[in-house]
């Protein structure tokens, strides 16, 4: 997919993310566990997009800030009620400017993986680390990779079958690089639109690994936002880190 950058999946999407077949309707669940670790504190949400989990948060009177790659996926945020009112900032959230602390910072649905190098994503663990309160939380949700789900290195899948329209996700395997390329392709009488999305994917253990390298550990796992028990055969995990308790850091904490 040559020219794809971190903006490109939310510019194409942000007009029919809200009503996209794949984005889990789950944001209740996400809203109670979250709220219960900021107490109303100030947090940070990473990928805020439209703001499917920060508005009902912000709601609930937890001053939320965000940080995205897209211009268009902030202003279908800012077109909603409260959406006005958050801060948030325009960039890759590899490098987390906004200033801390933060009691909470997380980030749902995947897309820590929209950050495509280890590099960057140790980066995110690093810049994250500096933001917490001493106190505080970093909470990822994301899938737990699963290479079997791939026939010969890719995957087609119908996400909606009806007489309006079809929606399919087509993808690609680049185990070596733990890549995923993908398009979700949807064909109606108004024509064919493709939204195209690039994720590096990486397991609960490698990400533990770089909560370490920037001074953190893991504080809880489960397989849900329900906080039922993550098994072997959890297919997401939602993982709380913090702040290490012993002193020094790796070299990528800058």
């Not at 944001?27 to 940070?44: G, H, I, N, T, Y």
């Not at 499917?52 to 965000?66: D, Q, T, Y």
């Amino acid at each position: 997919m040559a020219g794809y950058a971190s903006s490109t999946y939310g510019e194409r999407i942000a007009g029919v993310y809200d009503q996209w077949p794949g984005v889990p309707a789950n944001a209740d669940a996400a809203v109670e566990f979250l709220a219960a670790l900021a107490s109303k504190r100030r947090v940070l949400e990473l990928g805020i997009g439209t703001g499917r989990v920060a508005l009902p948060l912000a709601a609930r009177g937890v001053k939320v800030s965000g940080i995205d790659a897209s211009p268009a996926m902030v202003a279908q945020l800012r077109q909603k009620p409260g959406g006005a009112t958050i801060p948030v900032e325009i960039g890759s959230f590899a490098d987390v400017r906004t200033r801390g602390p933060f009691a909470l910072v997380y980030v749902v649905f995947n897309t820590f993986f929209a950050l495509l190098t280890q590099e960057e994503q140790l980066r995110c663990f690093a810049r994250v680390a500096k933001r917490l309160a001493p106190s505080g939380a970093f909470v990822i949700e994301a899938f737990v990779p699963d290479l079997s789900r791939f026939d010969r290195g890719q995957r087609t899948s119908a996400l909606e079958l009806s007489d309006n329209r079809v929606v399919i996700d087509a993808a690609q395997l680049d185990a070596a690089k733990q890549l995923v390329r993908s398009e979700h392709i949807a064909i109606s009488n108004d024509g064919i639109q493709r939204y195209p999305v690039v994720l590096r994917f990486a397991y609960p253990s490698e990400i533990d690994l770089m909560a370490r390298l920037a001074g953190m550990r893991l504080r809880e796992r489960f397989g849900g936002w329900d906080r039922s028990p993550f098994t072997s055969s959890s297919q997401t995990h939602v993982s709380v880190y913090e702040l290490a308790k012993s002193a020094g850091t790796a070299s990528v904490r800058k």
